[in-house]
């Protein structure tokens, strides 16, 4: 990825600065407010590419939330924006800092504060990283499914900001399904909660579900209320080989129609086959055009894998393989979490899209996607969520070529054009961030921009939240 | 329940009325524009008791978004409130007409525009009823579990609206997490596209989750798109009986503690069981103080009704029946699903409450209940979705003793700040309305109603959709 930056001189110790640092610091530990500028700029990207990020004037790093009432209503009283951060893993820009902004790091609020087997729920502070709060709640016998391909780095928080998803989604949904309540610290300081720790609740408009995507520009998350559920038994995983994105695309139709209900369905293409391979010498076959993974996590997952490799070959599997056991399976996941990482490889730098589509439409998706790579002459390497329909087409590029950057950029778009053309949504699980709010405009409409303006403008009348972002 | 109305005189056909009449008449066919006193007064409530209606200028019954459009464009020229209807099955008055409104009922629109097996989703328009809606896609093995006791009768319109629940809401969730995409009509008749078709979808603020359970106070939702899950197994029932309501709930936090995924767990207490075997000779066990019903649409439920007999054995049930059957199963719910009715019979009139706590306080909500009969000598019965902690007290009472309906009304608030004194919230599914507005300010607090406020006005800036609901 490319950590790009804007042009902007460093944030000079300007009598502005001095101010906004005096009246932080009334309120804030000496070591929760950074100003080396090498510090600071190490705060100013996410892990987004092509999106411009500026010289924080601060990082302010608190640990409690009257710290964090104390840092925004400084901001609100000098009118400085505020960037909110969590462990800087988004792609979409999100988090990337503005000139003079104040970055406002969650990352020291990182207790659980509570764990509830009978209520099924844990409360936490924003700055948890998922995996701890995984393993946490395994210790009781539970399970918090939202699993970004991050979730050894990411916070809760940055889940909730972005309304990230991951790999258990086609089972177990998203991150907006396991936020029950929150603690907000509004533009001005206030504290608003909103939600329940109950399993139902409806008294008022959806509050909680309005601040999860939207991107830490309405209020800073202090506090969050998740639900959880029970561990499910350990899954197993079958592989499957096909000589066409097409006839994987028809497989994944046909298990969906099928009723089946699998803990992870997803695809990976040639490209990202032998990209894996190559960083990590896997042994996966190289001779496939797409690659299937599914799993179930049922009482008897052999029995599902049983049924569903049937489907894959009614599909025109060109092999089925299932795993015998747990460490197989997790042998093909490892597989598959590392594709990412091995695309980038390829050529030093991705863009990695989120486009999601109906899932009937994946085929005419995976379809376009290579049209589109032909035509622009790049290397884009497919995975994809399948059985959500959410594909990653990430693009491999070397950012020291103008040309074939420029070419990136212009197949990234042509790639959102094509899943809003086929009734798609420009974002699945990543968020809009500085990278597509144009596109943003584009998918929902002017009417929908008036209408999500109107709400940012309740919440923060000064725009000092996260400036720059979604519209 | 009381059909309560205000004692405002029927609209009479003054000039401004005419004008509003010639007006709807411009955009309307003549059949869907309805003045009859007699018959504009039958569409003058919901089914809550204590809730007051005023008489509607006309009733409006448009069979195209277009109408609807034409609708709000006429009563934002004439500034005249409309207040949006389904069934009319509501329990908080949220649905009730104010004096010179357009009841705006949207029951005509009631077509399955698609039902698409592979995307597991339905396309609606918001009057098809519940159940018919369920039956149709039964048909492609599919299944909309939200269920709520009106489910023959009451409209996805209205279940949107409400943000209604259900039975099945312990293993399937409620209405909400099925709602994928809305179009709705704005106050001043602009057509706005929410969310998406696709599985996930995080573009922008989430606005289709902020129309559920908005009580028709932001928009008109003249179509929907929901999300279907594959029919599951037949269900199996259990029926335990326990000494003591106490028994009882610790049966079910060891359940829910035990990691179990019940598709119900129900409570129904000793009052609720007598009134229906009145009401149906259904042979309930009367000498029980609480029977709980559990089932399972697992693989193999006969072995996890076992597990969970177990369970309610360990916490002291004095009698554990698992069901043989599909049609023993049948019966124990037909008992459930009749306890409202039967309840209502007991002295002519009832007020449901919908009070959820979280599960760990089901004992305690149960307890304070039955002291707050005592206290004012009322008969409360408890049925309970006792897995989701939420409960419906409801206070029989009888309508023409003033002294026993004001003694209703006190205990129906004093249950309410005892289920938010145990960390619950006032409304679990049956949402606000009328009926707790008061209750709503007192549970999210100052800062919350400012914000929720602050959203209403940039939907409805002229304050006519549903006035005086909510707030």
Redesign the interface.
Known sequence: MIMSRSEAPPVKDTAATGDLLDRLLAGLPGDAVLTDLDVTASYANDMASFCPAGAPAVVVLPRTVEQVQHVMRTATALRVPVVPQGARTGLSGAANASDGCVVLSLTKMDRILEI??????AVVEPGVINAALSRAVGEH??CYPPDPSSWEMCTIGGNIG??S?GLC??KY??T??YVLGLDVV?ADG?????G????????????T??F???EGS?GIVVRATLALK??PPQQLVLAAEFASGAAACDAV?RI??G???PSLLELMDRTTVRAVNDLAHMGLPESTEALLLAAFD???PAADLAAVGALCEAAGATQVVPADDAAESELLLQARRLSLTALEAVKGVTMIDDV?????KLGEMLEGTERIAEKYQLTIGIVA?A????THPTVCFDAADPDESRRARESFDEIMALGLEL??????????GFL?KEW?AR???P??IE??R??K???DPLGILNPGK?F
Not at 387 to 390: P, Q, R, W
């Open positions: 509830n087997p009978v209520d099924r729920i016998g539970l972005t309304a998803g989604c086609v949904g998203v907006a399904e509004l206030r504290l608003m909660s909103t329940r720790r109950t399993a139902k609740g409806v008294a008022g408009y959806d509050m579900r309005l999860v995507g939207s309405l029970p561990q139709c969906m129609e009723g089946h209900v049922t009482p008897d999601c589509v109906p899932r009937s969520h059985g959500d329909g959410n009734g798609g949504t420009i974002t699945g699980e990543h968020g809009v597509k943003l998918e929902i409409g009417v929908g209408m999500q109107g709400i403008q309740v919440f979604l």
